[in-house]
């Protein structure tokens, strides 16, 4: 199966610090990836889509200077938290789609980065 | 707005039983539906995917069903095992909508041995 490879793992930051995660898919290209939030027994929440050579496509309510993506590649997506704070502290995890087939593409996801921010 | 629902309680069955977890829709048509794995702390892991128009599927001990008109799929994991525990989120998609999923909140599940 696909493999997405996200790093890193975990992360504990100061206040005020940026932060960079990255996502790749290690055996596809993926022209898009997104980028989700998730907080304890919460459901996946989408903050942006990530289109390769193009600007992310943010969820609302999401501030696209504070969560900045970079999609560089067809096989690496950033993710960078600036000037972090406590309250962003959470599991950010990315996924990668693979090239639809039949109209139907499914996302496979990294294993997810848990960030605190002190 | 577009909703899913997922089996709100936690669900404990004995190791050996069949699991059924259940994923109910409203204002939404979805073309195609997803069932994923999620262990504490990890990313979620793709499981089976049904399209609209089948009612069926299977992948070893698993079996997803898919019916449209009742808007719900039921998702079953036969002779269960304590490695079965984990939460199982259900996410339907559509051609449209830039293909972006939307996701359920997840039934988490506990196999005893």
């Known amino acids: 199966g696909a493999v997405v490879s996200q790093h890193p793992s975990w992360v504990i930051c100061k206040s005020g610090t940026s932060v960079k995660i990255e996502c790749r898919s290690l055996?596809?290209?993926?022209?898009?990836m997104f980028w989700y939030r998730q907080f304890p027994k919460q459901s996946l929440m989408l903050m942006a889509t990530s289109n390769e050579g193009s600007k992310a496509t943010y969820e609302q309510g999401v501030e696209k200077d504070k969560f900045l993506i970079n999609h560089a590649s067809l096989t690496l997506s950033t993710l960078t938290v600036t000037s972090a704070h406590p309250e962003d502290s959470s599991f950010y995890i990315c996924s990668a789609r693979t090239p639809p087939r039949a109209g139907v593409d499914i996302q496979y996801f990294g294993a997810g980065t848990r960030l605190s921010v002190l | 707005s577009q909703k899913i629902e997922q089996n709100s309680e936690a669900l404990n069955i004995q190791e050996g039983k069949t699991a059924t977890l259940t994923c109910n829709y409203t204002n939404y048509s979805p073309a195609y539906l997803q069932w994923y794995r999620q262990d504490p702390g990890r990313g979620p892991v793709f499981l089976l995917l049904i399209r609209e128009n089948e009612k069926e599927k299977r992948k070893e001990r698993l079996k997803v069903t898919f019916d449209t008109t009742l808007k719900q799929s039921l998702f079953h994991i036969t002779a269960s095992q304590p490695a079965d525990s984990a939460t199982y989120l259900c996410a339907l998609g559509n051609a449209g909508n830039n293909r972006k999923l939307i996701w359920g909140l997840g039934t988490s599940l506990a196999v005893n041995p």
């Open positions: 055996d596809f290209q993926a022209t898009t």
